[in-house]
């Protein structure tokens, strides 16, 4: 065995990771800046094994779904950014990746995308936010995560957001996904 040509092939694998990271996280400003999409919520538009390039609110505004209708405004195949964030601040938690329906304040009625006949409309429910925050939808999801029982998900503060999605990379987080 070759201890020092052994050990040089991996200071240099090492040394062009983190050139790699360096230079994502200078690019994107955020860390994670890639994901792998593990679910089908975002269907037809984000597929489970997808990644996703993210960039951090430093580098980015997010432009909401209501927002975005105004604006002609369109992520991923439907107006409105989609984000990464980790659900109620909960770092243990699987992070969430959802398209951004509304930004509203305590007491507001919350809002959600009803799909019907291939087309879409922002509908208000009869529930009302306990916090201020971003009201977020999977794309094939049919009410928004903060009025889904079992996830117990407050509207999404800025602080609790990864990433702003901006590309997709299709299958290649199907490796990621399996190991």
């Known amino acids: 065995m070759d201890f020092k040509g ?40 984000i597929h489970k094994g997808d990644v996703i390039i993210l960039f951090g609110l430093s ?11 105004k604006i002609h405004y369109e992520m991923f195949g439907d107006y409105g950014d989609v984000i990464v964030y980790h659900p109620n601040g909960d770092n243990s938690r699987t992070p969430i990746i959802h398209r951004v329906i509304a930004y509203v304040h ?20 009869k529930y009302v936010a306990k916090s201020n925050g971003y009201i977020t939808q999977g794309d094939a999801n049919p009410i928004p995560d903060q ?19 901006k590309f997709r990379i299709p299958y290649v987080g199907w490796l990621r996904l399996i190991i």
């Open 6 to 45: 052994i050990a040089k092939e991996i200071v240099s694998t090492l040394l062009i990771v983190g050139l790699i990271v360096g230079i994502g996280i200078a690019i994107t400003g955020t860390w994670p800046f890639m994901v792998a999409v593990q679910s089908g919520s975002m269907e037809p538009h």
């Open 59 to 69: 580098r980015t505004k997010i432009v909401t779904w209501r927002e975005g209708v």
């Open 106 to 125: 305590k007491g507001d009625r919350i809002p959600m995308l009803l799909r019907e006949n291939g087309k879409t409309i922002l509908v208000y429910t």
């Open 147 to 165: 009025l889904a029982p079992e996830w117990n998900i407050q509207p999404v503060k800025r602080e609790w957001i990864v990433g702003v999605a």
